[in-house]
């Protein structure tokens, strides 16, 4: 059983930035990648950022330049820095952590609201 709990959102105006961080209740070094997906009112679920145990990150294309994901293995935390934030990054953020056969976990979420 993995927990994740995610902070660090919030209003911000367009332009800004917010750091968001994804606490996990065991070693993140396991398992298959982390991420964040986000979901705005009346959208899909869309996938924002990961990052393999290996180091290997992707974005969606509207992340790119902006947003970067990352880890902090001693401290058990994965990160999402996002500048530049625009009204369309308006969303509840999840983390996630793919443990492989042992399944997949997922934070309550926080949500970042950017203002124009």
């Known amino acids: 059983q993995v927990q994740l709990v995610e902070s660090g959102g919030g209003l911000v105006q367009a332009g800004g930035s917010l750091r968001l961080s994804c606490a996990a209740s065991r070693s993140i070094c396991v398992g298959n990648a982390m991420g964040w997906y986000r979901q705005a009112p009346g959208k899909q679920r869309e996938l924002v950022a990961s990052i393999t145990s290996g180091g290997r990150a992707n974005y969606v294309a509207s992340a790119k330049g902006r947003f970067t994901i990352s880890t902090n293995n001693a401290k058990n935390t994965m990160y999402l820095q996002m500048n530049n934030l625009k009204p369309d990054d308006t969303a509840v953020y999840f983390c996630?952590?793919?443990?492989?056969?042992?399944?997949?976990?997922w934070g309550q979420g926080t949500q970042v609201t950017v203002s124009s």
């Open positions: 996630y952590q793919n443990m492989g056969v042992s399944g997949t976990y």
